[in-house]
């Protein structure tokens, strides 16, 4: 059988002498330079975690693109294991895309290429990894290559002062066992910007100003919760996509892969905590202090009574789309094999790589209607393309709200629609890395 771990190294032994789609060998000095490394990462003076990182840092450089404007790209590997890098809500060929299950050829130990890209659509993406990591808790997205991708639009971006990204990431996962039987990674330690609270830089603020937060979780497995004690944050983007109705709130939720653009209103002189809402996660290092010039004293946080959020509130009332779509029914669940053996996720009862592929015709609009049968949420990712969130666990139809991630809850069904505009192998997948380890992947194809 043709697993997931066998691909990989399959795909791997030829990555050496394939190059990425538009991929070219030339002595032109390349846009931006991605170094793919060991690297030793210092969340506090306490803690020290051994991992791979892009450019010696994490999270990797921040990429700032012009939409549409070609970038080139080189890639060294310069770890013992084939590496592939993604570049997440991207409308690119699959064979660039960065996911070997679409035809994309790994990075073989040692060895440089170079992706030719326009980028698109404008927004706050990102890039990752997407190779297998199965039991060790240090590969994959459990390990630091994660970066920024921002692709500047043509238009006015909006108004504020500066930018500040951050990156919610989870370390030292070890497998605890559920009352089902399942295996869970937990988490020793979580970071922002791959610090712990109290350890990195503070974030510096003056008071008047308008910061425009981009906030990704890029935790393997892990849903989060943020808040910024003494302000409010006004959402105006999700998954780099602006929102219909931009909103004013106190908290925000982001599964893994999804990413939260706001506004934030300097408007309450001191020094505050950002940081997970959960007091064991906020105490594991998740947080960041925000310091406003010539303000002292000891950071405050503020705790949340309630966990309140969903996507509705961010969505138009109104359908603009046309009226005939194609429905695809897709089950989510999961099957024990039995003491001492991992659980396969499966959709619509078989797991990767043994499961369907959906034919898709370009130009269609297509309705996914996700029946989650287990009792996880999962934060399914759709690669290539853009969708819109339609119905969340029965509630009304929300139109309008374009993410590339969403979660569907634990017993509950979710919909969504895309159209079929980018033709090549598609992947379709959880974004928990355990769940997408076990077969919790498909692959749409174009006729």
């Known amino acids: 059988m043709l697993t997931r771990r066998r691909f990989t190294q399959v795909s791997g032994m030829a990555a050496g002498a394939v190059l990425l789609g538009a991929a070219h060998q030339t002595t032109a000095i390349p846009d931006a330079t991605l170094e793919i490394a060991p690297h030793t990462l210092e969340p506090s003076p306490k803690h020290s975690i051994r991992t791979i990182a892009y450019n010696g840092q994490v999270p990797g450089p ?9 970038q080139s790209i080189e890639i060294r590997n310069l770890t013992a294991d084939p590496e592939i890098v993604h570049w997440h809500g991207l409308y690119l060929p699959s064979d660039i895309d960065g996911a070997m299950e679409e035809g994309t050829p790994m990075i073989a130990p040692g060895t440089t290429t170079r992706y030719t890209i326009k980028p698109d659509p404008p927004g706050f993406r990102w890039y990752h990894t997407h190779t297998y990591a199965g039991k060790d808790l240090s590969k994959g997205q459990y390990s630091g290559q994660h970066g920024y991708l921002l692709i500047e639009p043509n238009e006015n971006r909006g108004n504020y002062d500066r930018e500040i990204f951050l990156a919610l990431h989870d370390w030292r996962g070890h497998f605890e066992g559920s009352d089902d039987g399942f295996m869970n990674p937990v988490y020793d330690v979580s970071t922002i910007n791959g610090k712990m609270l109290g350890f990195g830089e503070p974030m510096r603020v003056k008071q008047g100003e308008r910061v425009f937060m981009h906030i990704l979780n890029s935790s393997p497995t892990e849903v989060h919760w ?20 931009p909103k004013t709130i106190s908290m925000l ?26 007091k064991h996660i906020q105490a594991a290092g998740m947080g960041i202090i925000i310091e ?9 946080w503020t705790q949340p009574n309630d966990l309140v959020w969903n996507y509705r509130q961010f969505a138009a009332s ?8 194609v429905r695809i ?39 996914l209607v996700m029946k989650n049968l287990s009792t996880d949420d999962h934060p399914v990712h759709l690669h290539r393309h853009t969708f819109q969130v ?31 505009n980018n033709p090549g192998r598609t992947l379709f997948h959880c974004h928990q890395q355990d769940h997408m ?7 749409f194809r174009y006729a």
């Open 62 to 70: 921040l990429l700032r693109m012009r939409q549409g404007q070609q």
């Open 226 to 245: 943020i808040a910024l004690a003494g302000h409010n944050l006004h959402v105006v983007a999700l998954d780099g996509n602006v929102v219909p109705q």
């Open 253 to 278: 939720r982001l599964a893994p892969a999804e990413r939260v653009s706001a506004i934030v209103e300097m408007n309450s002189p001191g020094v505050w905590i950002l940081g997970e809402v959960r």
């Open 292 to 300: 406003y010039a010539d303000a002292a004293g000891k950071p405050v």
């Open 318 to 325: 109104d359908q603009t789309h046309a009226n005939e779509v």
């Open 329 to 367: 029914e897709l089950a989510f669940d999961s099957k024990f094999q039995g003491h001492g053996n991992e659980e396969l996720w499966r959709i619509n009862g078989k797991s990767y790589p043994n499961t369907d592929e959906p034919i898709l015709k370009a130009g269609m609009r297509y309705r």
């Open 390 to 420: 339609q119905q969340i666990d029965g509630s009304p139809e929300m139109h309008g709200l374009n993410k590339d991630v969403v979660l569907v809850p634990a017993k509950s069904t979710a919909e969504i629609e895309f159209v079929a």
């Open 437 to 443: 380890d076990r077969g919790f992947m498909m692959v």
